[in-house]
């Protein structure tokens, strides 16, 4: 077999965030349960990039070379569409960037085209995904500011997770796209591969997919694409049900809102339990404000997080399918080796350097796979943790303000019964 040119520099992806092998234990991939979903021990480790997010410069300075900032929307109104654009912010110290800062502007649709080359460029390394053209349909309307500012968090840690990725992080579209100016984005996205190219490129995929199952797959894979399945209904069932608990407590706050007031107005007509009436509206009231910010907490950390593993399922799916279809086309050269005698020599060479374009894509596919694991299951873990912290702090202020109201009512009613035992 043919020696791999490019798997040197996929199979090396561990080591470059941090020796992840030191982080984990072989054999991760032998179970496809969500076990290791469900159960978050204290002792699980913490993923490398994740803990280059957290610490930054302060402990360990030489980590991290990038840093990009997503910010400051601005609107676009023209005769034909309305559009937002972002500022884009980058700094960094790399010796192959011509400046140490760059500020550039970019639309939803550079972001996609960013997406896609990285797609092209990498068919088996895990995107990260980008929230839908209308995120959190149903919830927001488009273009308002709740949407503007879930679309800025959502795009500015898509590029993020790139800047952190040990490979991506090096890709020359991402550079261009971290860079250039906006006529100059728009000139290099004009030399894209041409409509025979691609043609080519979805003829492939069409004949792979018509070609059915792999023969040859390695176990490994198919380990891989059995949890993806199990992981993808679970994170689908989170989501939906994230939402409509998101929803029902919508639907509570919007009636506390109402049901304080008019607490308010009854003590205005019963001068007797006056004080104790206006007691509950305002509790109601500090309820109700804990209720909402339970809310924010809800839709800034739970509901972003669960949907963006949703998308992520779908991204792996795509990943492993395109595994397939680079095995699909060895397992047909070789079986047309097989039927024929002659351009034997011209088949070998062939199977050669397809034997090297499958190892390269499981090498790559492999060491992302250990990577996006292990971030999957430090962003589960503290999003949980977060929302049951903060449950727990939500019940902790609703009842210390109903247990001070009825403590403040019993010594009223105390002062009250004194007052009529005395002659």
Same mark, same amino acid.
């Given at each position: 077999?043919?020696?791999?040119?490019?798997?040197?520099?996929?199979?090396?992806?561990?080591?470059?965030?941090?020796?992840?092998?030191?982080?984990?234990?072989?054999?991760?991939?032998?179970?496809?349960?969500?076990?290791?979903?469900?159960?978050?021990?204290?002792?699980?480790?913490?993923?490398?990039?994740?803990?280059?997010?957290?610490?930054k410069f302060e402990d360990e300075p030489e980590l991290r070379?990038?840093?990009?900032?997503?910010?400051?929307?601005?609107?676009?109104?023209?005769?034909?569409?309305?559009?937002?654009?972002?500022?884009?912010?980058?700094?960094?110290?790399?010796?192959?960037?011509?400046?140490?800062?760059?500020?550039?502007?970019?639309?939803?649709?550079?972001?996609?085209?960013?997406?896609?080359?990285?797609?092209?460029?990498?068919?088996?390394?895990?995107?990260?995904?980008?929230?839908?053209?209308?995120?959190?349909?149903?919830?927001?309307?488009?273009?308002?500011?709740?949407?503007?500012?879930?679309?800025?968090?959502? @795009?500015? !840690?898509?590029?993020? &997770? $790139?800047?952190?990725?040990?490979?991506?992080? =090096? #890709? +020359?579209?991402?550079?261009?796209?971290?860079?250039?100016?906006?006529?100059?984005?728009?000139?290099?996205?004009?030399?894209?591969?041409?409509?025979?190219?691609?043609?080519?490129?979805?003829?492939?995929?069409?004949?792979?997919?018509?070609?059915?199952?792999?023969?040859?797959?390695?176990?490994?894979?198919?380990?891989?694409?059995?949890?993806?399945?199990?992981?993808?209904?679970?994170?689908?069932? @989170?989501? !939906?049900?994230?939402? &409509? $608990?998101?929803?029902?407590?919508?639907?509570? =706050? #919007? +009636?506390?809102?109402?049901?304080?007031?008019?607490?308010?107005?009854?003590?205005?007509?019963?001068?007797?339990?006056?004080?104790?009436?206006?007691?509950?509206?305002?509790?109601?009231?500090?309820?109700?404000?804990?209720?909402?910010?339970?809310?924010?907490?809800?839709?800034?950390?739970?509901?972003?997080?669960?949907?963006?593993?949703?998308?992520?399922?779908?991204?792996?799916?795509?990943?492993?399918?395109?595994?397939?279809q680079i095995q699909g086309e060895l397992d047909s050269k070789?079986?047309?080796?097989?039927?024929?005698?002659?351009?034997?020599?011209?088949?070998?060479?062939?199977?050669?350097?397809?034997?090297?374009?499958v190892e390269c894509a499981n090498n790559a596919l492999k060491?992302?796979?250990?990577?996006?694991?292990?971030?999957?299951?430090?962003?589960?873990?503290?999003?949980?943790?977060?929302?049951?912290?903060?449950?727990?702090?939500?019940?902790?202020?609703?009842?210390?303000?109903?247990?001070?109201?009825?403590?403040?009512?019993?010594?009223?009613?105390?002062?009250?019964?004194?007052?009529?035992?005395?002659?």
């Open positions: 077999m043919h020696e791999p040119i490019c798997c040197s520099a996929h199979a090396a992806l561990p080591t470059a965030v941090s020796s992840e092998r030191a982080w984990k234990g072989e054999g991760e991939l032998q179970d496809t349960s969500l076990a290791e979903v469900n159960s978050f021990s204290p002792s699980m480790p913490i993923s490398p990039s994740s803990m280059i997010n957290q610490y070379d990038l840093f990009i900032t997503v910010d400051d929307p601005e609107s676009h109104i023209t005769a034909i569409e309305t559009f937002i654009t972002y500022r884009v912010v980058t700094k960094t110290s790399r010796g192959e960037f011509d400046s140490s800062e760059y500020e550039v502007r970019r639309r939803y649709q550079d972001f996609l085209w960013l997406k896609s080359k990285l797609e092209e460029a990498h068919p088996t390394l895990i995107i990260p995904p980008l929230p839908e053209k209308f995120i959190m349909k149903g919830m927001v309307e488009r273009f308002n500011d709740e949407f503007i500012e879930t679309r800025r968090k959502a @795009l500015h !840690k898509f590029l993020n &997770r $790139i800047a952190d990725h040990p490979t991506l992080t =090096f #890709n +020359e579209d991402f550079k261009i796209f971290l860079t250039a100016q906006a006529w100059e984005l728009s000139s290099h996205k004009k030399q894209g591969p041409g409509l025979l190219s691609r043609m080519g490129q979805t003829v492939r995929a069409v004949a792979s997919s018509v070609r059915g199952g792999v023969k040859n797959r390695p176990e490994m894979f198919t380990e891989m694409n059995n949890y993806m399945e199990t992981f993808s209904q679970k994170i689908n069932v @989170l989501d !939906k049900i994230a939402h &409509r $608990i998101y929803k029902e407590e919508r639907e509570y =706050f #919007n +009636e506390m809102k109402e049901y304080g007031p008019i607490h308010t107005l009854w003590s205005a007509s019963e001068e007797d339990i006056a004080d104790s009436l206006k007691g509950v509206a305002s509790c109601i009231d500090r309820c109700c404000k804990a209720t909402e910010k339970r809310m924010a907490g809800l839709s800034e950390n739970l509901l972003p997080i669960l949907h963006e593993y949703v998308l992520y399922s779908e991204i792996l799916m795509g990943v492993l399918r395109r595994r397939d070789i079986d047309a080796l097989a039927n024929k005698k002659t351009e034997k020599d011209l088949f070998s060479e062939e199977i050669g350097k397809l034997e090297d374009k060491a992302d796979w250990d990577r996006w694991k292990q971030n999957m299951q430090y962003d589960m873990r503290s999003t949980f943790t977060n929302v049951a912290e903060n449950n727990l702090r939500y019940y902790e202020e609703c009842l210390a303000t109903w247990e001070s109201f009825l403590a403040s009512q019993r010594v009223d009613l105390h002062v009250e019964e004194d007052s009529e035992d005395r002659p």
